[in-house]
């Protein structure tokens, strides 16, 4: 994202650059306005939908831009007098003479105890992906969403940045601010890497250096963060085994993407006293890797779109904050990715659910990994095994 100047008690440098390769790749066209309609930043995307340049555009009010391409009466409409998430279409002659059909949505970003009221204008180019696809909408909301959640941890660190660079001796509030920055960085760092899977899965621009990997150790050294997370929630989380080694041809990394994600939604979705259950075993010509809770369960008109889009669920219970709700659909790019499946089941509302990803078993010979003659029940504990093959790959970053 280009900007003109940083604003006072802004962010500084390293949160600016872990969002500019986000924002950069986005295929939409971004515009940040103050409340008097000013840009204050752009992105390269942008710049190529309306023919212009970053110096004809950061610094200048919205209907001044490309010599009033966007002051028509259905922008304005959209821009000055309607609420939060509108959008309209609008066909536009832009600088070399072609008419172009683009869609554009305005997200009102609240104003916080750091940052002032924000618009965020998103121009999408319809001719080039349908402007009335409900996966473009969802996008859109995405982008918003991202921007709103990424307020809150970058808030944070300006705000502790400002108290610290104070000079004060205090070591327990020294102490206090290290912590919470780096809790905010962590989540800032989730919510961006999350966005970056969506925009290239979608895209069909990543590729997977693929290997001899085992899901079992994979699984094994992915249990520490969300046994963590059940253990604080009053949550028990079971390993439930019905083979010893799971070899599969993947890339661990993102195999860890997996089931992380599915882990994470699991125990978010249950409440204290209730349980999250890891499985997995073989049928017929696949493995299994299934995850199950007691928690709230999804209303079967939701199932059929779960996976849908760029984004996770409609669950009974609000998306928490500081996440985008895209985990389930990177579970679904990525299993396929695998030359996998993932699909969904629930009884209902408040009656917990089931996510099952099944992956192909690799051509080896059937006794090399036989099924065992009883599953094997434990504690999730997290312990690193050694994985198959020799690729060397260090496991994925559990921050995801």
Same mark, same amino acid.
């Given at each position: ?19 500019? /390769? ?16 000013? #840009?204050?930043?752009? +992105? ?27 002051? #028509?009466? =259905? ?8 609420? *939060? ?13 072609? =008419? ?10 609240? =104003? ?11 121009? *999408?180019?319809?001719?080039? %992906?349908?402007?009335? @696809? ?10 918003? %969403? ?12 300006? +705000? ?16 206090? !601010? ?28 990543? @590729? ?13 050294? @992915? ?12 949550? %028990? ?14 890339? =661990? ?22 349980? #999250? ?7 017929? /010509? ?40 895209? !985990?389930?659909?990177?579970? %679904? ?27 192909? #078993? ?5 006794? @090399? ?19 198959? !093959? ?6 994925? +970053?559990?921050?995801?």
């Amino acid at each position: 994202m280009y900007r003109k100047a940083p604003r006072p008690g802004a962010p500084g440098p390293g949160a600016a650059a872990l969002l500019e /390769p986000v924002l950069d790749a986005l295929p939409q066209g971004l515009l940040l306005l103050d409340t008097d309609l000013v #840009v204050l930043g752009t +992105n390269p995307r942008y710049c190529e939908i309306a023919a212009t340049s970053v110096e004809e555009t950061v610094g200048r009010r919205l209907f001044d831009l490309s010599h009033g391409l966007w002051d #028509v009466a =259905p922008v304005r409409a959209l821009v000055e007098e309607t609420g *939060d998430g509108g959008s309209v279409e609008v066909e536009r002659n832009l600088r070399n003479g072609h =008419p172009r059909v683009v869609r554009v949505h305005v997200r009102r970003l609240e =104003p916080s105890a750091c940052a002032p009221e924000r618009l965020l204008v998103i121009v *999408d180019d319809a001719v080039a %992906r349908p402007a009335a @696809s409900d996966e473009g909408h969802h996008r859109d909301e995405l982008i918003a %969403r991202a921007a709103h959640e990424l307020r809150g941890p970058l808030g944070s660190i300006s +705000n502790w940045v400002h108290l610290l660079s104070q000079g004060s001796r205090d070591e327990a509030l020294q102490q206090q !601010g290290l912590a919470a920055i780096q809790r905010a960085l962590s989540v800032a760092t989730r919510l961006i890497e999350n966005l970056h899977d969506v925009s290239q899965l979608g895209a069909g621009r990543v @590729s997977l250096p693929l290997g001899l990997v085992d899901l079992a150790s994979v699984v094994d050294m @992915s249990l520490e963060r969300p046994r963590s997370a059940a253990v604080d929630k009053g949550v %028990r989380l079971d390993l439930v085994r019905e083979v010893s080694r799971v070899p599969v041809m993947g890339d =661990p990394d993102r195999l860890q993407q997996i089931v992380l994600h599915l882990l994470a939604n699991a125990v978010e979705c249950t409440p204290a006293g209730g349980r #999250v259950e890891i499985s997995l075993g073989r049928e017929g /010509p696949s493995w299994r890797l299934a995850v199950s809770d007691t928690g709230r369960g999804i209303a079967p008109e939701v199932l059929p779109r779960i996976f849908g889009g760029l984004r996770s669920a409609d669950f009974v219970a609000p998306r928490p904050p500081a996440t985008l709700g895209a !985990g389930l659909a990177i579970v %679904r790019h990525l299993a396929e990715l695998h030359g996998g499946t993932v699909e969904a089941s629930s009884a209902g509302p408040g009656l917990g659910a089931r996510f099952v990803v099944r992956l192909p #078993v690799p051509a080896l010979a059937p006794s @090399s990994h036989p099924p065992g003659p009883a599953a094997t029940r434990e504690p999730a504990v997290a312990k690193p095994r050694p994985a198959l !093959g020799s690729s060397g790959r260090k496991p994925a +970053n559990p921050n995801v």
